[in-house]
Every structure is written in C-alpha cells, then in structure tokens.
C-alpha cells in the first residue's frame, strides 16, 4: 500500500497537488540561498579532493531540497541526527561555512579537531548531533532524544536523516520501533536517492516503497517528492506539528537521486547507467525551486546573481581560512577520550612526546605536526 | 547500616540516585513491574513510574542506541542489559557511538549513560547465561569497565558509575548475586573509578582478580596459608581504568604473580594484566606469572563447576609459582 | 491494514471460515498425539525441574497447536530453525522422547553433550537446527538457509519460529528483509503469545498486528488462529506451495498465548492477571482439536486413552532412561569448539586432567564427573 | 608466477576457488558488479554470476546470519565485510552464533565459512575506516582469526581459510592491499593455518608483528641492523590458533621480546602473547616485553601517521630491550 506522493510544485515549476506552504519571502530566499551554497559548497568540495587538498568528500548533489526542505520546518530547540549528505542542515541552521571547510581540512580550528573524515560534521549549539560512518546508528539515538523529550514534557522534535539502504540497518528497525512503541516525537527522514553506493533500491528491499515500512511500526508513512523543497518542508512541518501534539512519530519517504558518486572515492560508471541520470537532471531541486521562486515574483535575476556571488565568496573566504590553518596539535590526540586523561593515556602521551621531542621517529614522518 | 547481597545494594543505590536526581531514568528488558529478572529494579517502576522506569521492546541495540540518544539530549540512562550475554547485538551501539561520541564530537557531545549488565557463572546457565565479555570491552577506548566483587562496592562503584562523565559498562557478576551479604551503608556511598582494593595483604603472591573470582581467591588464599603461603589479593574493580599502580606495588613486594579470570583464557583481560606486568615489572619477577581461567572453549552447561577456576586450581598456581 | 484471521476449527470444535486440510485420518491422529505428548512432556519437565532434576524449562503450554500444526504442513527434506518453545516440531518429525530427555538432563547421552541449558535441542536427521538463547538469530540464518535451497535450485523450505517479542530484534528485520530481496523459499513463524517475559504486546510494537509487518519486506502476511491446528497448517501449507513455486517468503503471525510462566525461572504472577489465562483456557488447543476429531468420528474414547498411556508410557520410560545416565566426561568440555583439538586447548585439557587426577581441585567439586 | 598486489592475490585466490568448488559462494555490500570497494571481487560476478556471486542489502547482521544459514545448509560461503569497523552490527551472529554452532549441537551442525574483511590504518580513514578489531574476535572460542602480511600469504592463507572445517575470520591489512607486491603462486597455492613465518632471522630481539605492521618491522630491523642490533621477525599469520611454538623458540633464542600493533593498546592481541611469553619462557628473558601498538583513543583522522606504529617508534623498543 504505497500512499501517494506529496508534491507542491509540479515539475515545470507551477503550483501542483499540495498547497505551498506559508512561509515569508525572507524565509523562501533564506532556503534557496543554502541550497545554492550547499551545491556551491560540493562542487568546490569535490575539486578541492580531487586536487589532494582535502582527503574525501560526499555530495549531496541532488539531495539538497530533501534536507533543507525538511530541517527549515523545524525550530531552534529541535534536535537533528543527520547521515554524512546533509551539510545543507548545517548552513541552514547557521553554521558558517568555514566551520565545515574547517572540517574537511581536519585542521587545528575544527571544532571536531581532525579525528573523522571530511563531512562527518558535528555542531552543538545548532543541535546537530556528530555524524558517524556506521549506517544506522543515529536512527535509534534519536528515537532515544525523542523520548527524552517526552518524558522532559517539553514540545520539542527529534529528526534524523539517512538513505535508503540504511533502511536495512539493524537500528533502523530498533529506532522506529522504540519510537512506535513509545509515541516519540520522532520524525525519521528516508533519504531515498536510489542508490546504496552501487546497490540500486530493488537490491535492498522488496518492499513497494519505504514509506511503507511505516505500519510495521505503527506510525504514519508519508511518501514526498524529495526534489520539491516545498513539498518537503509540507511534509515534515506536519509530521513535527503531529509529534508536538503527542501524536507520535512519523517516517517519511523523500524520493530523490543522487546525481554523483557515492563518495569521492566511488567510480559510478561502473555500475550504474549514466543515461537513468539525465531524467533527474530535469528534476534538479535548485532549478525546480528558482522557476516557482521565479514565477511567484520572489526571485529577480539579480537577487540570483547576488546569492551566488555571496555563496562563492563566502566559499572562497571559507576555504582560504582553512588552508592557513595547520594541523591540530599531537596532544589534542590524547583529549576528549574520556573527561580526563586516565593514567594509561599520559603515559603514552608521555612517551610519545619525548620521542618526537628526540626526533626518533622516522624521518618526515611528524614534523609535519606541532605537538 | 543494613546487612545486604549485591541484588540488594544495587537496588538501594538505584533507589538513591533516582531519588537524588531527577534526570536518571532506567529501561530495558522486563526492567518495570517485573523488576528486572534478577529483581535488580524491584520496586522502582512502582516508586517512580513509567517515565522514568521503562519496559523496551526486545532489542539491545535499540535499548543502548535509545540510552544514548537520551543521553546526549540531558538524560542520564541506566540501561540494563539482561544478561551479559545478549549485550552483542548492541556492540555497535557500544563501541563505535557510546565510546566514541566525545572525541568524535571534539568533547562536545557526551554520552554520560550507564549500561548494567549481569556476568559470568553460577546459575548454570550454559552457554548463552554465563559468559564474562569484560575484555570485548577493555579493548574499547572511550569507555569505562567496572566490576564490582561485593555488595558495598556494588552500591559504591554503581553511584560512581552513574555519576561518571563517560559511559561505564557496569558488570554485575551473578555468582555472588545472592551468595554474598554485608553491610552497606545507607544513602549516599561513592567509590572511586579506577582504585584497586587490596582485599588481604601478603607478602609471598600476588592474587589479582576481579568480581566473582576474588571470593575464589580468598578461599584459595586461605588454604595456601595453612601451607604457609602469604597471598596478597587485589580486586582490579575497574578494568578500565586499570589501577596499574596498585597492582605493581603488590607485584614488586611479592615478585609474584596469579590472574585469575573466568572468561576464556586466550585474548581474556587477565592477559593484558599479564603484559603490563611484563613489561614494567620484569625485574622483580621470580616467578611466571600464571593464568587461572576459563578454558578456551564456550562456556558448557553439565561442566560448568569444572569450568570455572575454583579455590584448588588457583591454589595450584600459587603453589606452581611459589616454589618456581 | 490487518489481514484477516485465518481459522478453521471453531471455537468450539464445529467447522468455521476455512476449509480443513486434507490429511488422513492417520495422519490426523499422529499430529494429536504429538500434541498431547509435548503437553504431557511440559508438565512431567516443569515436574522435574521443580524437584531439582533438571536445572531448567520452558513450557510450550497452550502452544502445541502453533508449531505443530505448521510443521506437520512441511517435508522431510525441508528445513527447521526453531525457537526454545517449539519441541514438538522435533517429536512430530521422529525425534524419541528420550532424546529431549537426555539434552534436559545434559547428560552422557545427550546428542549436543551436556553444552547448553535444557530445551536447546539439535537434531541433524531432522533438520532441526541447534537451538540458541540469543533472540532473533534463527531468522537471518533461516533466510540464509532459504537462500541456498534456491541458488541450488532445490525445491525445499525453510521454516523458523520466534515469538512476539523476537520481532524487535536486529536479526527479524535482517532476515525478512534479505528473503524478501532474494525471494528465498523460506516461512517466517511469529508465535504471538502475547508476552516477552513481562512485556505484553503493546509494550513491543505500535504496529497493529504482526503479520502487518511483512509488507515492509514486500511478503503476504497471513494472521491465523494458533490454537487452530488446522488453520495452522493450511496457512503453512500454502506457505510453503508459494515458496516451492518460486513466489518466496511469506511471513505467518500465529494468535496465541503463553498460558505458562516464560520460563521455569519466572513467576507471571507478579505482573500479569491470571484471569487473562482463563479466556485462553476455553480456547485451548488440544481441547479444540480433540473436539473436532470427536465430531468428525476421528478419535473415540478409548482411543484417547491409548494415545495418552501411550505418551505417558513413553515419558516414563525416557525420564527413567535420562536419569541412568551420568554426566558427560570431562574431556568432551574440549571437544567440537574446532574439528581439530588446537593445541592450546590440548594444554589445557593435560593440565585440568593431571589435576584432576592428583585430586588436588576443591573437595566434592569435580568427583562426580568421569575424565 | 605473476607479480601481485594483495588485492589482486585476494581475487586470484577467489576466482580459483570458485572455479574449483561450485558450493564457494560470495555475498556482500557492492561485492557484485562493482567487484567491492577495494575491487577484491573484481571480474567475479561476471564470471560467476548473481547467483554466486551476491550484493546484499546493508546489513552485517543479515549478511553474516544468511551466510551462516547457507553453511549450515551445504554452502561455502564467503561473506565480505566492507570495513572491519563495519563488523560490529554483525558480532552477535559471529559471537554467538557462528563460533558456537559447532560446540552447542555436539559436533553435528558446523559453519564452514569465511568472512572477509579489511582492517587497519593507512588509507586517511579516520575513525570508522581505520580499526583493526583482531582482538574481539582473538577472544572468541570456535572461531579462527587470520592476518595475511604479504599477496603470496594473503592467497595461500584465503584459500585455506576457505577449505577450512570451521568459521574463518580473515583479516585483510589495508596498508598494504596496494603498496607490496610480489610474486604469487597461480592456481592451487596453500598456507596452512596456525603456522607463524619467519620472515628475518636474527639473534638479539624479536619483534613480532602481523598484518601491515610487518613491514615496519622489517623496516626497523633494517635500520637496527645497522646500529649492531640482529632483529628476528615473527609474522604471527593467524592469530587463532596461535602458533606458540615458534614465537616461544625465538623468544627463547634471542631473550627479547618486542610485540607490534595497530590497535589500541590496552586489551589488544599483542597483550596475550606477551602474557604467554611471561608465563612460558620468563626464565629466557633477559629484558621487559615491550609493545609498540596504537594509542589507548579512538582511530584519528589527520594525526593518523602519528597513531600508527612506525619503524622508528619500534627501533626505540628495540634499543629499550635490547640495552636494557
Ligand atoms: C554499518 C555500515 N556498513 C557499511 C558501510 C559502508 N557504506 C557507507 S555508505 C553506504 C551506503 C549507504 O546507502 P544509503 O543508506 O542509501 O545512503 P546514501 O549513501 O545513498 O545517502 C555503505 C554501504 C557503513 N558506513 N556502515
Ligand atoms: C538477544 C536476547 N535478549 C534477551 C534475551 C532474554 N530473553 C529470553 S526469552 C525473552 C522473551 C522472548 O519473547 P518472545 O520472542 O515473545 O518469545 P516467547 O518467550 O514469548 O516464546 C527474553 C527477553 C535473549 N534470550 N536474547
Ligand atoms: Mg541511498
Ligand atoms: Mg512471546
């Protein structure tokens, strides 16, 4: 029983099923504008890769109306538990770009001092809870705030985002499940873009959609064209007002593609038709959302160019930072395992220390880090 | 003070800090009206209800990946895994978010959650009812273990625990669930992470275990004393962290050495004790330093008694590295 | 969208929605007397272990119809991965009482050698798959199996059994899911008695039934009465017709309900109302299908009589036969963790046996087990 | 003979087994057309077909899970873990399950099975593309546990962890899937399981290694060579069973012991075989067992070249031993 699809804005860009949302002007431009930056922000990303400049990146390439759409529905007290493709979440939400550029360095000025991978972003006061590489895993710890947030008896939302394939993860079952169980105010958001790096949908399960894997958890299923910001951000501001209300939780189902690789390390072309991506090509969030910004007379080409030049310069200003920036420190290794360094870390901090201070390590191996 | 088995004091501590703090909230498997199948919550879904005293559905890495989530957000869960045993479908939750979310997060995110779980043998429970994954979880930085060996060090070490700043794998061995009782004081009583407990001085060898095999120990210790050997014992209490000093300092009086463990005795955690031995207090060894373990193979159900080190195997050892 | 439930035998004995199978006679009267020799094998066990005989049970009570019914629709060559609550499925497939008997007892005799707790039988010939505590894990490997069966194109079944509260586990979802990609030949048993130890149904899913949760694995879910054998069975067989067919996995939810405590070691009283057991009473199983071979001319008095000095007979006999046995000696706690004896367990077996010999373990601890 | 990568040797030693043995069969995330992320199956599925050669939905549990149905079915499968930190969802199958099948039906129902996966540093993977977790599963009864250390291993060791009676978890070194080649044997090459390899011999130290980090052994002993210090290596192979013979005879030999590893060193492997050592050959030692491992923190992303052991950490635990 696959529900129907929820869109706002059919695909030429005029007024479709649903009814637009009411939202400001201000706020409309605010959303374009990090969609554009975050499209700005991957396309610089994966350049500077491909030069050695930063080690890895993940695009969001496509995916941006899925997650920006969502998080614009939820307010400042709402907690977000992202997945490695939604930095958008991050700008929306205030996070200066250089923060995340910040990041891919892995430089002293992270905030998450160099110990993950590029994109594996994590911002406090934005609540937006550290993205790990484990697939799944945020599902259940956010069903897990959502309950605190019950039993707190405070209206807030938890929201976590994560792909298709992830869908097939043990906490994926867990995290709806707890959620169901406990009438959470949870919305869990299916990223749904059609690949599992090479792994198509049909390899990952056999159910007609994944919107429908809600009633096995008895919770409301949405299915949304994920490419229709609008449609995204109706959506989820009913799925939020719903768990606001003691209703529960929610999964919906955001159809979109990803038009890149899995990853800066994945070659598409192996496995995938290059054709099944033109289709979305006509489909692009960006250029759906400019035509109705476009038609309703809220967007004027120099609004647009202006957007633009801002992101790009912002960018440049972003990455220019973070290129001064060097390495954090070989002590800040030995931090934040626990509250206090145990006995065992400041020996080996100890040890190591001396070594590098005697130079004994092979040659060129850690000058290139202060300690 | 009352006169209490470990069953008992961690009830009591559980009740203490759930009345101290309001944000310490308990779930897991048959953790509510039933009280926990060991009876470790009895009475607490009563006193303080559902919000705080949560029955989960049947899945541990929901029960640890929900804890967390709580966690972040300003809670402090106690989760309890029903037997030590099941805490594998949750090793995700364990070891790559619980243990890592405060480095990952550049100290930013915290995990300050307790995961209880009962351990080891004696209630003959074969395979699945039995085993002492303590080592699994030594090998996981981020994390701390702690394994009490009596019911005021239960309460204590369980306050602590709760209190930590970092999530603590709490392992409750069932061998002295009941079998024990002692006076444990009332109200508030904290002992320290980290410090080792030298149960009875000696002079001739050091004894080191943990939980259920300390009491072995001192029955061991006790016969090896009629032969004329002085046994020092140190109950490790945390595993990590390791009180390495204390158990050095006992090492270089006697010169040497017995662990005893009853996990499995190849990778088991008695081995790193072992190695840390043999690397910082090889000149003061007159002796090997001898394992009393488990076998290497999983734990039987008819056999389990012959599983298990008991007093006569470990005053073997002593006898084995006294006379060296 | 619950399916609707499968039954055939009324609740009191006449025919209701379903046509009964065909079987014969014989065959009829075998599945009955299975039944009423695993509720008699209960009670004597539940016996046993209350004066200190065996260490341990779990009583099928009130479930004989669930797991017998649907084992009797399956062959010879197809394949079994039950639950601890299923051990009429190996008595229904030929497996001698006495053969549960010495695994209760974990003596000399016993087949798995005195290893797991009572209850956790294995049965080779009969494709019973060893049995384990941990919850779930029967239900991926089942798929596993199922999966085999169709890369070798053989036309045979698997079918595993776990209760309600086994439907939160990891390994639920993993299995149905990969039978679902696959469309392995395999039959997914969920046994909803309503309880997982304490926790009643509402406590472990929001989602209305259990058979519900197969759409999100894109199966049919049939819900049937499982104090129904005949329901049972049809449901299975059709099942099992699907899956031979080609058309893969279905998930089968069986209604019924844990008239016992969950374990010899628990004590329902302390959080469920034994009232509820006395609607359940009226609809017990073997009641009903004795009443329905009685209305249909199948059973009459006298044999009622034979079959049930029968089993008791054959109970008696294994219960004595077990308690001659002595314990398993120790050098079998060695043996079987690989094919070969590595040599550190050589080193351990020569030193516990020299031990053991010189008589120098703890008094009274290790005489009473042979080398 | 060709000159081959270890990723190369570990899809020759796949190929020729599947040819050989029509119940091999491979399953996995992106093993399929693909040829997995590290291009292991590369060619297979094409060859092979979906029906042998299976991408999976992702999920570790259910990959492991079905692969153990299908052993105990008849199979020989071989289940690929794309990231050894990615085991983790699936320990409860391996733990509980695949180590214990043998044991708990009496020897009737087994699992011959392989699972494949890629461990360790050296790829810039940070956190969760980085851990080498020998350990955990070291501590596991009934599972075996094997570490190639060169492509001529790394297909002699597959092929017979493939062949092999019972549950196999093979460890594949990142460090060096690319960076070594060498020549390897084609078509039928084995190397038995549970057999440690010299690789140097010498006569003041041993340094015993396995994995990616014999190769920085090798390198520090050159460099030790040098300053007048004789290194012998002990590539360990397989880490259960382990070959105590030949690390105790060269311990015996040279007096010094120097263990090196990835993981972090609290809890990890190399604490076991020191233990060992302590415990069987302490009369021999004339120095302190020293271990040159990864720090007591999770894996780090730009500091990763500090974490991990190199020759010049390990020549300083030479010096230290070999002075001492
Ligand atoms: C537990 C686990 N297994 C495997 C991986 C490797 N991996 C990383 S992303 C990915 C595919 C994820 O697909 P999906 O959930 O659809 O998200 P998408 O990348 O399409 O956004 C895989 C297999 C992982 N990170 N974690
Ligand atoms: C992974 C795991 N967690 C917890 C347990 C403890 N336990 C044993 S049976 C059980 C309840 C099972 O309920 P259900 O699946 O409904 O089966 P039933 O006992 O009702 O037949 C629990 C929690 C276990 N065996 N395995
Ligand atoms: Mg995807
Ligand atoms: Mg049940």
Redesign the interface.
């Given at each position: 029983m696959s529900p129907e699809m929820v869109s706002v804005m059919a695909e030429s860009g005029a007024a479709a099923s649903h009814k637009p949302p009411e939202l400001s002007k201000e706020r409309l431009l605010e959303i374009y504008r990090v969609m554009v930056l975050t499209r700005l922000l991957d396309d610089r990303a994966m350049k500077l890769q491909r030069q050695g400049r930063i080690g890895f990146y993940v695009p969001a390439l496509g995916q941006e109306a899925s997650h920006i759409g969502s998080a614009a529905a939820l307010g400042a007290d709402d907690?977000f538990?992202p997945s490695y493709r939604d930095p958008g979440i991050a700008l929306l939400r205030g996070v200066p770009v250089v923060s995340l550029m910040h990041q891919c360095y892995g430089n002293a000025a992270?905030?998450?001092?160099g110990?993950?991978m590029p994109v594996?972003y994590?911002?406090?006061k934005q609540h937006f809870?550290?993205i790990?590489s484990?697939i799944g895993?945020q599902?259940?710890?956010?069903?897990?705030?959502?309950?605190?947030?019950k039993?707190?008896k405070e209206p807030h939302v938890?929201i976590t985002y994560f792909g298709d394939g992830s869908t097939s993860s043990?906490?994926f079952?867990?995290?709806l499940?707890?959620a169901g169980?406990?009438a959470a105010p949870c919305i869990f958001v299916c990223e749904n873009n059609g690949w599992a790096i090479s792994v198509p949908l049909e390899g990952q399960t056999a159910s007609a959609t994944m919107a429908a894997k809600a009633e096995a958890y008895g919770m409301p299923g949405v299915r949304v064209d994920g490419n229709d910001v609008l449609a995204v951000y109706a959506a989820t501001k009913q799925a939020a007002d719903r768990a606001r209300a003691g209703h529960g939780p929610t999964l919906i189902e955001t159809v979109t593609f990803r038009m890149g690789g899995h990853s800066s390390s994945d070659d598409p072309s192996r496995y995938r038709d290059p054709k099944v991506c033109e289709v979305w090509k006509t489909r692009d969030p960006i250029d759906r959302f400019k035509a109705w910004l476009e038609q309703k007379k809220l967007l004027t080409a120099a609004q647009e160019t202006e957007i633009r030049a801002r992101c790009d310069a912002e960018l440049q200003a972003a990455i220019d930072a973070a290129e001064k920036v060097g390495p954090p420190a070989v002590s800040t290794m030995f931090?934040?395992?626990?509250?206090g360094r145990?006995?065992?870390l400041d020996e080996q901090w100890a040890e190591l220390k001396d070594a590098l201070q005697r130079g004994v390590v092979s040659k060129g191996h850690h000058g290139e880090f202060p300690l | 003070m009352a006169v209490m088995t470990m069953v008992e004091a961690i009830n009591d501590a559980l009740r203490v800090e759930m009345r101290r703090d309001p944000r310490v909230?308990l779930l897991g498997?048959?953790v509510?009206?039933?009280?926990g199948?060991f009876g470790c919550s009895a009475g607490l879904f009563k006193e303080f209800g559902g919000?705080?005293v949560?029955?989960?559905?049947?899945?541990e890495?929901?029960i640890?990946?929900?804890?967390?989530?709580?966690?972040?957000?300003?809670?402090v869960?106690i989760a309890e895994i029903q037997f030590g045993?099941?805490i594998?479908?949750a090793?995700?939750?364990i070891?790559?978010?619980a243990?890592?979310?405060?480095?990952?997060?550049?100290?930013?995110?915290?995990v300050p959650m307790t995961i209880r779980t009962p351990i080891g043998g004696g209630i003959?429970?074969?395979?699945?009812?039995s085993q002492s994954p303590e080592?699994?979880f030594?090998?996981?930085?981020?994390l701390?273990v702690v394994v009490p060996s009596t019911p005021a060090d239960a309460k204590g070490l369980l306050l602590a625990s709760i209190r930590d700043?970092?999530p603590v794998l709490f392992m409750e061995p069932k061998l002295i669930y009941r079998s024990l009782k002692e006076e444990v004081p009332a109200g508030e009583h904290l002992v320290e992470i980290?410090k080792a407990r030298i149960v009875r001085p000696g002079k001739d060898v050091t004894l080191i275990a943990w939980g259920g095999m300390v009491g072995m120990c001192e029955?061991a210790a006790a016969k090896c004393a009629e032969e004329g050997i002085d046994c020092e014992i140190v109950d490790v209490r945390t595993i990590?962290?390791?009180d390495?000093?204390t158990i050095l300092e006992s090492v270089k009086k006697t010169g040497r050495a017995v662990i005893v463990y009853e996990?499995?005795?190849?990778?088991?955690?008695?081995?790193?004790i072992?190695?840390i031995?043999?690397?910082?207090a090889?000149?003061w060894?007159e002796?090997?330093?001898?394992?009393v373990t488990g076998?290497?193979?999983?734990f039987?159900?008819?056999?389990e008694?012959?599983?298990l080190p008991?007093?006569?195997?470990i005053?073997?050892a002593v006898l084995k590295v006294a006379r060296f």
């Open positions: 907690w538990f992270d905030n998450t001092r110990r993950q594996h994590s911002f406090k809870v550290s790990s484990p895993t599902i259940a710890q956010a069903a897990g705030a959502a309950m605190a947030m039993i707190r938890a043990n906490d079952h867990t995290g499940n707890f169980v406990f931090e934040d395992v626990y509250a145990t006995a065992q | 909230v498997e048959d509510g009206i039933k009280g199948v919000d705080r949560m029955d989960t559905p049947l899945a890495s929901g640890v990946g929900a804890a967390i989530g709580m966690a972040l957000y300003g809670l869960p045993d099941f594998y479908p090793f995700d939750q070891v790559s978010e243990a890592k979310m405060r480095y990952r997060s550049g100290g930013e995110y915290t003959r429970g074969g395979h699945y009812h080592a699994y030594a090998h996981t930085p981020g701390k700043p970092d980290g029955k990590v962290p390791l390495e000093a996990a499995p005795k190849t990778g088991g955690f008695g081995g790193e072992s190695a031995l043999a690397e910082k090889i000149e060894l002796a090997p330093i001898v394992r076998f290497d193979t999983p039987p159900y008819t056999l008694s012959v599983y008991e007093p006569g195997r005053r073997e």
